[in-house]
């Protein structure tokens, strides 16, 4: 077979590891914010809530973390007399979602923390509430601190949706494992691979760095 | 039965015990693969950083777009790659090594920029310092260069090295018997999930917190001005 004879199968993967990245990140950046700000929360309960999730998210693997969400969760919904099967797209959704939050609620805690203490201050001194600071001072600071952290997140979302294959979605790494136990051309199939990951990382890293560019404008400004 | 070793399913309690020696022969496995895979990065990392910081374009900017490459796809696809098509140009190596060497390619693309970062941290001055006190090229390398980089390289190599062993599991999709994948066999065949992988995951939780406290150690174990001479 001619290489251009697996395009439309990988391409086809490939709108689906798109759909993975999109939402996935989309999932990760709100758990991020949440647990990124609640592990600086005054109340002890959120602060430990957020710090658990955090550990236990950033302490084991992915892939386990995606193992347990499809082979585990749906036991504990037995024992509980729920029905917690979850379809493989949700259970990828989540696992990426959740484990890209976990490293991204610690580069959101690192950036407002570098926000300067005089600012906090300040706002005290205009009369801010606490939630008027965060929203309105301490947040627009700080996202620009994150987003160098958060592209390079957003491009290790990318590789880790491969992972999501082994329960059996059809991302492009599911298409090409296909491809080749049909054809068992390895050699052209799994280059194809590497080089459209390669294309769709490189292009996910020019969005972030627009991104980048975008949330930072205020600053170039001159202030 | 795996490994030899029986399991009990007539209580969850019984069953989690059972088990746990299964786990922790995969769990060896794990730690092999990540002491191997590190090994590996750091060697090839050295290599790339060394090419990367080449006077010559032609050597630097390939090295440049291979790191690159290597970083911006997959694990699962380079290690699928490396399984699949070596084999086809005549090099076969076991399933273990393949994943070894897969996950030591991936990150030693991470390993070569600390290198580089480690080793542009220490100034310039110093490199002419050194060149005036008519210190060799291999003597400024050995005793200026290198002992202020190790201190400054150490920390961020191991936090490499905690995720390494976090992607470890990815090998048992070329059939290496990992803790991951023997908490799945387990399961697979008990039709009880929840206790192997469950357990896996605290098993998990404790060698990164483990490692992690390690590092933290060595990292304050290390003085920061640079390794003193004698």
Known sequence: MHWTDYLPALLEGAWVTV????????LGSI????????????NSLLRGIAVVYIEVFRGTSLLVQLFWLYFA??????????????????????????????????????AIQSVHHDQHEAARALNFTPRQTLL?????????EMMPSFGNLAVQNLKDTALVSLISLGDMTFRAEQLRNFTQDSTTI?????????????VLTAMMRGLEHRVGRWRRAGV | MLFGIEWDTSGPLVFAI?????????????????????????????????????PSRLISWPAMLFTEFLRDTPLIVQLFFLYYVLPEFGIILPAFLTGALALGLQYSAYTSEVYRAGLEAISREQREAA???NLTTIRTFTHVIIPQAVPRIVPAMGNYLVSIMKDVPVLSVVTVLEMLNVGRIIGDRTFNYLIPLS??????LIMTLVASAGLRLLDNWLPKQGIPLK
């Open chain 2, 199 to 204: 357990m896996v995951g605290g098993l998990y």
């Open chain 1, 190 to 202: 799994y280059s194809m691979l590497l080089l459209m990951y390669f294309g769709m990382a490189l």
């Open chain 1, 73 to 110: 969760l749906p036991i504990v919904g037995q024992v509980l007399g729920i029905d917690l099967r979850i379809p493989p797209v949700v259970a990828g959704v989540l696992a990426l979602g959740l484990n890209i939050g976990a490293y991204g609620a610690e580069i959101v805690r690192g």
């Open chain 1, 31 to 42: 758990l991020a914010f949440v647990a990124g700000i609640g592990k600086l929360s005054p």
């Open chain 1, 19 to 26: 759909q993975l990245t999109v939402y996935s990140t989309i």
């Open chain 2, 18 to 54: 059972s088990i746990l020696p299964i786990l922790l022969l995969g769990m060896w496995v794990t730690i092999q693969a990540t002491v191997l895979g590190f090994a590996v990065a750091l060697v090839l990392g050295l290599i790339w950083a060394i090419l990367k910081g080449a």
């Open chain 2, 131 to 133: 060149r005036a006190l």
């Open chain 1, 136 to 144: 309105n001072v301490t947040i627009p600071q700080a996202v620009p």
